[in-house]
C-alpha cells in the first residue's frame, strides 16, 4: 500500500536530455483532439453559414491556443476554404440555375438524338445498299495484310497500327469523298447549270420539312435570261442524304456517320460551337476513339483544326448511342492559343448534362454493358488529361534553353481544304490568313 500511495516523480522538464514517453503521447493525443475540433468547426461553420458554438477550452488547450490562432477565424462569418484544401477536389455535377444555362442544356439534348437514328433497322439496310462492299472490304483487306507485314518486319510480338475494322473505315472515308458525296457552294441552276447567287433563308416546304430540313437556303440563276430561283434545303434526315448525296460539313458528317454504323462501326457525331461537326469512330485496335472527318478525308488527325485552320474553339461535344461526351480536350491541345471562351454554362452544369444524357441512353442496358461502358469512360478521361500534361510539358520546354530544332521538326497542318476559298476565308478557316467567322457579313453556317 505504501508503494501504491507514493507520488509518482515527473523527470525534471528543466534537462534538455530527459525524455517522458507518457507525457509526450498526452501532449500528441491532445494536439489531436484539438486539430479534429477546430476542422469539425470549420465544416459546421461552411455548411450552416452561421457561428459556430464556442466551446469552453480545455486547460491544455489554453496552454496552446497560441498555436492555433490561424486556424480559428476572429468574426463569425463563415471563412473561406484554402486552396489547398479545394486543389485536389473533382468537379460536382450541378444542375442548371440560369437561364443560360437551361438553354445549353436544351441544346444539347436535342443534339443527342441525332446519332440514335443510326440504329434504324431500316435505314441500315438502306445505307449498305449505297456502298460498294465488295471494293471497300478488298481495299480493306490490302491495307490489312500490309499493316500486318510492317508489324512482323518490326518485331514478332509487334501489333500493326490498325486493325481490320480500322481498314474498313479508312477505306469507306477514301470512297465518301472521292465518289459518293459533293461539297456544295452555291448550287448549279437546274434549268441552264449557271452559277447562281445567295438571296438568303426561306421557310421550308412541308415535303422538305418532313426530310428534316429545319431551313431552306434561296439562290437564284445569275444568266440574264434565266433568273430561276434555286433551293437548296438543309437535310437533317439521313436516308434525305443517300438519295442527295450532297452538302456541306453537317450533312457530310451526318451521312457519314450513318455508313460507318452500317459497316460496324461504332461512331460519334462531334458538335463544335464554332459551327463544324465530324465524326469519330472508335478502334478496338488501340483502344480509344479516332477522330475522322469526311470532309478534309482526315483520320486521327484530332490537332487540324486549331493547329491547321486556326479556329478558336470552346466547346466539341461528342453524341453517340451511348451517350455524351466533352473531348474538347482532344482538339484543343494548347489553351492558350486556340480555346474560345467556355461562357454557355459552368462547367459543373455541363458535366451535370453530360451525365444526365448518359444515365438516358444506358438506363437499358445491362450491369455487363454499362460497366464496360464505364471503363471506356475511365480510360478516356485519362487520355484526355495526358493531353492536358503533354501540352505543360512542351510549354515548359519552350521556356528552358535547348539545341535549337529543324522547322522540320514539327508536323505542319494544312489550313482547310473543304469549300469556296471566300467561305473559308469568311469563316476564318484558312490557317490565320483569313478574318474571323463571319467578318464580312456572310452566313457562319456550315453544317
Same mark, same amino acid.
Given at each position: 500500500?505504501?508503494?501504491?500511495?507514493?507520488?509518482?516523480?515527473?523527470?525534471?522538464?528543466?534537462?534538455?536530455?530527459?525524455?517522458?514517453?507518457?507525457?509526450?503521447?498526452?501532449?500528441?493525443?491532445?494536439?489531436?483532439?484539438?486539430?479534429?475540433?477546430?476542422?469539425?468547426?470549420?465544416?459546421?461553420?461552411?455548411?450552416?453559414?452561421?457561428?459556430?458554438?464556442?466551446?469552453?477550452?480545455?486547460?491544455?488547450?489554453?496552454?496552446?491556443?497560441?498555436?492555433?490562432?490561424?486556424?480559428?477565424?476572429?468574426?463569425?462569418?463563415?471563412?473561406?476554404?484554402?486552396?489547398?484544401?479545394?486543389?485536389?477536389?473533382?468537379?460536382?455535377?450541378?444542375?442548371?440555375?440560369?437561364?443560360?444555362?437551361?438553354?445549353?442544356?436544351?441544346?444539347?439534348?436535342?443534339?443527342?438524338?441525332?446519332?440514335?437514328?443510326?440504329?434504324?433497322?431500316?435505314?441500315?439496310?438502306?445505307?449498305?445498299?449505297?456502298?460498294?462492299?465488295?471494293?471497300?472490304?478488298?481495299?480493306?483487306?490490302?491495307?490489312?495484310?500490309? @499493316?500486318?507485314?510492317?508489324?512482323?518486319?518490326?518485331?514478332?510480338?509487334?501489333?500493326?497500327?490498325?486493325?481490320?475494322?480500322?481498314?474498313?473505315?479508312?477505306?469507306?472515308?477514301?470512297?465518301?469523298?472521292?465518289?459518293?458525296?459533293?461539297?456544295?457552294?452555291?448550287?448549279?441552276?437546274?434549268?441552264?447549270?449557271?452559277?447562281?447567287?445567295?438571296?438568303?433563308?426561306?421557310?421550308?416546304?412541308?415535303?422538305?420539312?418532313?426530310?428534316?430540313?429545319?431551313?431552306?437556303?434561296?439562290?437564284?440563276?445569275?444568266?440574264?435570261?434565266?433568273?430561276?430561283?434555286?433551293?437548296?434545303?438543309?437535310?437533317?434526315?439521313?436516308?434525305?442524304?443517300?438519295?442527295?448525296?450532297?452538302?456541306?460539313?453537317?450533312?457530310?458528317?451526318?451521312?457519314?456517320?450513318?455508313?460507318?454504323?452500317?459497316?460496324?462501326?461504332?461512331?460519334?457525331?462531334?458538335?463544335?460551337?464554332?459551327?463544324?461537326?465530324?465524326?469519330?469512330?472508335?478502334?478496338?485496335?488501340?483502344?480509344?476513339?479516332?477522330?475522322?472527318?469526311?470532309?478534309?478525308?482526315?483520320?486521327?488527325?484530332? %490537332?487540324?483544326?486549331?493547329?491547321?485552320?486556326?479556329?478558336? @474553339?470552346?466547346?466539341?461535344?461528342?453524341?453517340?448511342?451511348?451517350?455524351?461526351?466533352?473531348?474538347?480536350? %482532344?482538339?484543343?491541345?494548347?489553351?492558350?492559343?486556340?480555346?474560345?471562351?467556355?461562357?454557355?454554362?459552368?462547367?459543373?452544369?455541363?458535366?451535370?448534362?453530360?451525365?444526365?444524357?448518359?444515365? @438516358?441512353?444506358?438506363?437499358?442496358?445491362?450491369?455487363?454493358?454499362?460497366?464496360?461502358?464505364?471503363?471506356?469512360?475511365? %480510360?478516356?478521361?485519362?487520355?484526355?488529361?495526358?493531353?492536358?500534361?503533354?501540352?505543360?510539358?512542351?510549354?515548359?520546354?519552350? @521556356?528552358?534553353?535547348?539545341?535549337?530544332?529543324?522547322?522540320?521538326?514539327?508536323?505542319?497542318?494544312?489550313?482547310?481544304?473543304?469549300?469556296?476559298?471566300?467561305?473559308?476565308?469568311?469563316?476564318?478557316?484558312?490557317?490565320?490568313?483569313?478574318?474571323?467567322?463571319?467578318?464580312?457579313?456572310?452566313?457562319?453556317?456550315?453544317?
Amino acid at each position: 500500500m505504501a508503494d501504491s500511495n507514493r507520488p509518482r516523480r515527473e523527470p525534471p522538464s528543466s534537462k534538455p536530455g530527459d525524455f517522458n514517453a507518457l507525457d509526450l503521447t498526452q501532449r500528441f493525443e491532445q494536439l489531436l483532439r484539438t486539430r479534429r475540433l477546430n476542422n469539425l468547426t470549420e465544416r459546421s461553420r461552411s455548411r450552416s453559414n452561421s457561428p459556430s458554438i464556442q466551446s469552453q477550452p480545455s486547460r491544455s488547450h489554453s496552454s496552446r491556443s497560441s498555436h492555433h490562432t490561424s486556424t480559428q477565424p476572429s468574426d463569425n462569418s463563415a471563412a473561406p476554404p484554402s486552396y489547398s484544401s479545394l486543389r485536389n477536389l473533382p468537379k460536382i455535377p450541378s444542375p442548371p440555375q440560369d437561364p443560360a444555362s437551361f438553354r445549353f442544356r436544351n441544346r444539347l439534348l436535342t443534339l443527342s438524338v441525332g446519332p440514335t437514328k443510326y440504329e434504324n433497322p431500316g435505314l441500315l439496310d438502306d445505307a449498305l445498299r449505297a456502298i460498294p462492299l465488295d471494293r471497300i472490304y478488298g481495299e480493306a483487306e490490302d491495307e490489312s495484310q500490309l @499493316m500486318q507485314a510492317q508489324a512482323a518486319s518490326i518485331g514478332e510480338n509487334e501489333k500493326p497500327e490498325w486493325g481490320y475494322q480500322d481498314c474498313v473505315i479508312r477505306a469507306l472515308l477514301r470512297w465518301f469523298k472521292r465518289v459518293f458525296f459533293t461539297w456544295v457552294n452555291n448550287p448549279q441552276c437546274t434549268r441552264c447549270g449557271s452559277p447562281t447567287s445567295a438571296l438568303g433563308m426561306t421557310p421550308p416546304s412541308p415535303d422538305e420539312a418532313a426530310r428534316g430540313a429545319a431551313q431552306v437556303e434561296l439562290y437564284q440563276c445569275s444568266a440574264s435570261n434565266c433568273g430561276a430561283y434555286e433551293r437548296f434545303p438543309r437535310y437533317g434526315d439521313v436516308w434525305a442524304l443517300l438519295q442527295t448525296r450532297r452538302g456541306r460539313c453537317g450533312e457530310w458528317a451526318n451521312c457519314f456517320s450513318m455508313l460507318c454504323r452500317a459497316v460496324g462501326g461504332r461512331v460519334r457525331w462531334v458538335w463544335n460551337a464554332e459551327d463544324h461537326v465530324w465524326t469519330e469512330v472508335y478502334s478496338e485496335q488501340q483502344k480509344r476513339w479516332i477522330h475522322v472527318d469526311a470532309c478534309e478525308e482526315a483520320w486521327d488527325n484530332p %490537332r487540324l483544326y486549331t493547329e491547321g485552320w486556326g479556329k478558336k @474553339m470552346s466547346y466539341c461535344i461528342a453524341f453517340s448511342i451511348d451517350g455524351a461526351t466533352d473531348v474538347t480536350r %482532344r482538339y484543343v491541345r494548347n489553351g492558350a492559343t486556340h480555346a474560345a471562351d467556355r461562357n454557355r454554362a459552368p462547367e459543373e452544369v455541363l458535366l451535370w448534362i453530360t451525365n444526365e444524357i448518359r444515365k @438516358m441512353r444506358r438506363e437499358t442496358l445491362s450491369k455487363e454493358e454499362k460497366r464496360r461502358l464505364i471503363i471506356e469512360d475511365e %480510360r478516356e478521361e485519362k487520355e484526355l488529361r495526358g493531353y492536358v500534361v503533354q501540352a505543360l510539358a512542351a510549354a515548359i520546354g519552350k @521556356m528552358i534553353p535547348t539545341t535549337p530544332t529543324s522547322a522540320g521538326d514539327e508536323q505542319k497542318l494544312p489550313a482547310r481544304r473543304s469549300g469556296a476559298q471566300a467561305w473559308r476565308q469568311a469563316r476564318g478557316e484558312e490557317g490565320g490568313r483569313g478574318g474571323p467567322p463571319g467578318g464580312d457579313g456572310s452566313p457562319r453556317e456550315g453544317h
